[in-house]
């Protein structure tokens, strides 16, 4: 049987690894003897699971949308992320690392965002915890999401631009890395999808799982069956998609759909479409799919959604990409946007345009009346108010 | 034994290397760069294949490696400048660079290209030991082509023992928690680390690198090492520079005088 879950050397098929400069070993290294050991013991998770209930809000419902439903001829739940406190999936996975760094002795807490929304997941967990907190955050997103950066400073963090390279996630992501090497002692370094060197996928990976741990009892309880036909998410890094297949990945009979952003369309040099357009390579520490010129310069992605925009994905979908036990799709802008207006309409929910690619996928999959579908509505689309005015859309 | 392993052999102090990005600052710099760092005496030389995500690179060195890339630096390039390159040059040779090129190029063809141009060895920041061991080093080994590891001031005594046991060539001794870029001199923390790696009595000779940035940084590094890199002081010098031949013999004078 194909495994779906990381090996011992930190692989995912012949992807992931911790591909890091030596400077980065110890901390590396330390996390890697060390996550699933703390992350298993019956404290934290004692810790976690009462932060996530009280503070969070879980577990988040999961509504059957009766309308969209109708449209689709078939049964659609949604998994409802976007109700998480500051409004996505991204809390889930910095309040882990926060509760695990403060047991490796951790002081000081960095990490990268690209829209904004996981620095501001990563800053709240840190005013929650009272830790310093300093996010990297390319200078031309800090001038395109502006309110993230001023949550964040509100919240205590300093937001520092990286103002190399193309400025946004994936230089952001050097920057945090570059500080990680400067600051080997203090620091721990959350990093903010299923991206990264091994232990980092892993770790991400389980800590979102509680996504589809609470769809399991909550679908056995809605219709009896604890698995679905199908789960759909968006992937930008992955950490969300990788949350919500992560229980279902060893039943193959659960198909799952991870909805990519094609930007202005898969083969017009705008797009984020990585498994479409990339190709093996190494980059932030893993092995993985990536966009990238013939010569190994890793290229700038687009998408509307700039929690999409990153040019690789993370280890374990590269894995479930090429083992076909997941189906890729690529949204363009158009059908996200599309598709959180029709969200919006039929359902009164305002999906975040991350979100909005993996209901988009609906019009790619041959849905019978019997099967039951979930869409992981990753995030609310609150922030994205001025690109939907910008769009014309409203 | 490469020239490399030979230059080693025969001269056990003092030794100094410099690196430069290839395609900075001009295109078509790097051979003349190259035959001046040889003529004023330099003991060996890093050639950097930019990447546009060095993470293990402060500013002076993102920025050279940003515009070697504007300027249209890429692999089959550097290798087709310094086709020939051994006619006239026969200091070591290094390239320092980044693993994901070096996959898209392909690693076989890689070596292979390296060996037949006369590339001594290679030092690849992101490609750690153990991924190194398991899949790659049969192929370096091949065509006898030399893979430097790092070594930091947060490596463990029995880390370091194993790298340079798996180690031919030098070990680049990292000299400071950081990425590259010039510092103001060598502190006293950095001079006992040194020491303690002296008294480890490694096979392999060591080199300090990152944070070396003038004679006097390169004097105190061979007090406990072999020798030392200066990457980007040079390449802040180079910015500058209106005649590369003349400043780049100015600039290793400074250092050796
Ligand atoms: C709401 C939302 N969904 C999805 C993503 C994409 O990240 P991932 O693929 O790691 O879930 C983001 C990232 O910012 C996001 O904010």
Redesign the pocket.
């Given at each position: 049987m194909t495994q779906y879950s990381v090996d011992e050397r930190g692989y995912y098929g012949s992807f992931g690894g911790a591909y890091i400069p030596e400077m980065l070993y110890p901390n590396v290294e330390e996390l890697r003897q060390k996550y699933l050991e703390i992350i298993n013991d019956p404290s934290f998770k004692e810790e976690l699971d009462q932060l996530l209930k009280d503070y969070v809000g879980r577990p988040t419902p999961l509504f059957l949308a009766q309308r969209l439903s109708a449209h689709y001829k078939t049964n659609i739940y949604l998994k409802r992320?976007?109700l998480n406190h500051t409004?996505?999936?991204?809390i889930n996975n910095t309040l882990g690392q926060i509760i695990l760094a403060k047991r490796l002795g951790k002081t000081r807490i960095i990490a990268e965002?690209?829209?904004?929304?996981?620095g501001v997941a990563t800053a709240t967990a840190c005013a929650l915890m009272g830790m310093q907190c300093i996010v990297y955050m390319g200078e031309i997103d800090i001038k395109r999401q502006a309110p993230n950066v001023y949550r964040m400073k509100l919240m205590g963090a300093e937001v520092r631009p990286a103002t190399c390279g193309s400025k946004t996630l994936k230089d952001a992501t050097n920057e945090a890395m570059r500080d990680w090497i400067s600051n080997p002692v203090d620091t721990h370094y959350i990093i903010?999808?299923?991206?990264g060197p091994h232990p980092f996928p892993d770790m991400?990976a389980r800590f979102?799982s509680v996504i589809s741990e609470e769809m399991k009892w909550q679908l056995k309880e809605k219709t009896g069956n604890e698995d679905p036909t199908h789960i759909i998410?968006?992937?930008?890094?992955?950490?969300?998609?990788?949350?919500a297949f992560y229980h279902y990945l060893n039943k193959p009979k659960v198909k799952l759909v991870a909805a990519e952003a094609a930007g202005q369309g898969i083969s017009t040099g705008h797009s984020a479409a990585t498994t479409f357009l990339g190709k093996t390579g190494v980059l932030h520490g893993s092995k993985t799919l990536l966009m990238q010129t013939d010569d190994g310069q890793i290229t700038e992605p687009y998408s509307i959604?700039?929690?999409?925009d990153?040019p690789g994905?993370?280890p374990i979908h590269a894995h479930l990409f090429e083992t076909s036990r997941a189906q890729f799709i690529a949204i363009t802008d158009q059908q996200a946007l599309d598709a959180a207006v029709m969200l919006s309409r039929m359902e009164g929910i305002i999906?975040?345009?991350?979100?909005a690619h993996a209901v988009a996928a609906l019009d790619y999959l041959e849905l019978q009346e019997s099967d039951v579908v979930v869409i992981n509505l990753?995030?609310?689309g609150d922030?994205d108010l001025q690109t939907f005015i910008n769009s014309g859309i409203i | 034994m490469n020239r490399l392993q030979k230059l080693f052999s025969e001269k056990k102090s003092n030794l100094l290397s410099i690196y430069f990005t290839a395609g900075y600052p001009s295109l078509n710099d790097t051979a003349t760069i190259i035959e001046a760092l040889q003529d004023s005496g330099v003991d060996f030389i890093e050639i950097g294949l930019p990447f546009s995500d060095p993470i293990a690179d402060g500013p002076t060195i993102q920025q050279s490696s940003e515009i070697a890339l504007e300027n249209g630096m890429h692999t089959t390039l550097l290798f087709d400048q310094i086709k020939d390159i051994r006619k006239t040059v026969s200091t070591p040779l290094l390239i320092m660079g980044y693993i994901n090129p070096i996959i898209q190029f392909g690693l076989e063809k890689f070596c292979q290209t390296c060996h037949q141009i006369g590339i001594d060895g290679v030092i690849l920041p992101d490609l750690p030991m153990q991924e190194y061991l398991e899949s790659y080093k049969s192929t370096f080994d091949k065509y006898g082509i030399c893979n430097i590891f790092l070594i930091t001031p947060v490596s463990s005594t029995e880390r370091i023992q194993w790298i340079d046991e798996n180690s031919n060539g030098f070990i680049y001794m990292v000299s400071s928690a950081g990425t590259t870029g010039a510092r103001a001199g060598v502190s006293d923390e950095q001079s006992s680390y040194f020491e303690k790696i002296q008294k480890l009595n490694l096979k392999n000779p060591t080199i300090v690198g990152f944070g070396i940035s003038d004679k006097n940084g390169y004097e105190k590094a061979c007090l406990n090492a072999n020798g030392a890199i200066i990457g980007s002081a040079f390449i802040k010098m180079l910015s500058g520079s209106t005649n590369l031949k003349s400043d780049i013999a100015d600039f290793i004078k400074g250092i050796k005088s």
């Open positions: 992320e976007d409004g996505a999936h991204k965002t690209g829209a904004g929304q996981h903010g999808s299923v991206v991400v979102q998410a968006c992937v930008g890094g992955g950490s969300n998609a990788a949350g959604s700039a929690g999409l990153y994905i993370g999906p975040a345009l991350e979100t990753s995030g609310r922030k | -």
